[in-house]
């Protein structure tokens, strides 16, 4: 619940309300500024971090190249017929602008003044995107002179009365600054690795690369540098050496300075990617599982089918010494039959078949028991 604005009226009082929920909802933005030489890996970092907290990514030529658009669109319209006094004013300054901006390019060797670039790094942070959410500001400013400028309040400055007021605009002011650095011999090794198809057409060449470093240092003397600003702020930056600290260690203090993610939470677009991939990871998940399962069953049949033809040969070669002992016990048996027995028996046959009697077996039997050798 808000409270009432009387004749005011909501109307007039939206930015009101809008602070007001945001601060009700938890839903406050995260200023972060990563700072540091080139090819410390400032981008690197600050992707991380964006990705983490759902903030928004602002690069020095992504900013400019937006507000240059945004002011050709603008100033294409100069000479429409259908626009009313405000959208007509605002489009033949935005066409003064550009020339303006042409005319200093031309004169700075293709670079731009800071009060231009200045002016865009303001508009930015200004956004309702960045105020809603908040960003990550990704090696800007790159000095002293230019953070003062950045960050300084405007709307103070130009009220006239008593008091210092605010030294500073707390609406893009970074509440965590993250210094990234390392020694020069270390990144001209890190810029000479690089493969030649990620260096050609960037600033990263050599003599580009050093060009860049050598303004860097001058630019921030152990004297004048860009965190000093911070520093006469209260708002002390965290200093790391990346050739000594590895990346995960860096986001994890950084986290865990910052806390959790409170903003508006992931886009509808977001949401159906993180669903995608949440499918995605459980269909290869399952598929895992099966291909799992299908090996253990796989090695549990081979594995029967082993023991089974293992037990098989020994079934067959006990049965193999069961013959060959039988076979060896039988010997003495046969051996008595056949000088005992066999003869006796074969000559009584003989009787059987020569006189034919009518009753055979009683005949043989009576023959076998008359002629049965006396064994001593």
């Keep these: ?116 670039v200045i002016n865009f790094f303001r ?28 960050f300084s309040n405007e709307e103070e400055e130009e009220e006239e009365g008593e008091g210092e007021g605010n030294e500073f605009d707390k609406t893009i002011m970074p509440e965590v600054v993250v210094a990234l650095d390392a020694s020069d011999d270390f990144l001209k090794e890190r810029v000479m690795n690089l493969p030649e198809a990620e260096v050609e057409g960037t600033h990263n060449s050599e003599a580009e690369f050093i060009r860049r470093l050598r303004v860097y240092r001058e630019s921030n003397t152990e004297d004048a ?13 965290e200093t790391f050496d990346v050739s000594t600290t590895r990346t995960d260690m860096i986001m994890k203090k950084v986290k865990k300075e910052i806390g959790e993610p409170r903003n508006y939470g992931p886009t509808p677009e977001e949401l159906a990617e993180m669903q995608r991939k949440a499918t995605e990871e459980r269909l290869q998940r399952e598929a895992r599982e099966k291909e799992e399962r299908e090996r253990q069953a796989a090695e549990e049949a081979a594995e029967t089918q082993k023991k089974r033809t293992e037990w098989q040969g020994r079934f067959e070669e006990v049965k193999a010494e069961e013959r060959e002992m039988l076979e060896t016990q039988s010997y003495p048996l046969r051996n008595y039959l056949l000088k005992n027995v066999m003869p006796t028996l074969t000559q009584g046959l003989i009787e059987v078949c020569k006189i034919r009697p009518e009753d055979p077996v009683d005949f043989l039997a009576e023959y076998l028991f008359e002629n049965n050798p006396q064994i001593d």
């Design 123 to 150: 508009k930015k942070l200004k956004s309702m995107p960045c105020q809603n959410q908040g960003f990550v500001l990704d090696g800007y400013p790159k000095t002293y002179e230019q953070a003062k400028d950045l």
């Design 225 to 237: 540098t860009v965190l000093n600003y911070f520093d006469e702020l209260e708002t002390h930056p």
């Design 1 to 116: 619940l808000f409270r009432s604005f009387g004749e005011t009226g909501l109307v007039d009082n939206i930015d009101v309300v809008i602070q007001e929920f945001k601060e009700t909802r938890g839903l406050l933005p995260v200023r972060i500024c990563v700072l540091g030489p080139p090819a410390v890996g400032k981008t690197t970092f600050a992707e991380k971090l964006c990705r983490h907290f759902k903030v928004h990514h602002v690069k020095v030529m992504d900013v400019i190249r937006e507000m240059i658009r945004q002011m050709e669109r603008s100033a294409a319209r100069a000479d429409a017929e259908d626009l009313d006094d405000d959208d007509d004013a605002q489009a033949q300054k935005d066409k003064e602008y550009l020339e303006l901006l042409k005319e200093s390019q031309e004169n700075n060797d293709g670079r731009y003044e800071d009060q231009y």
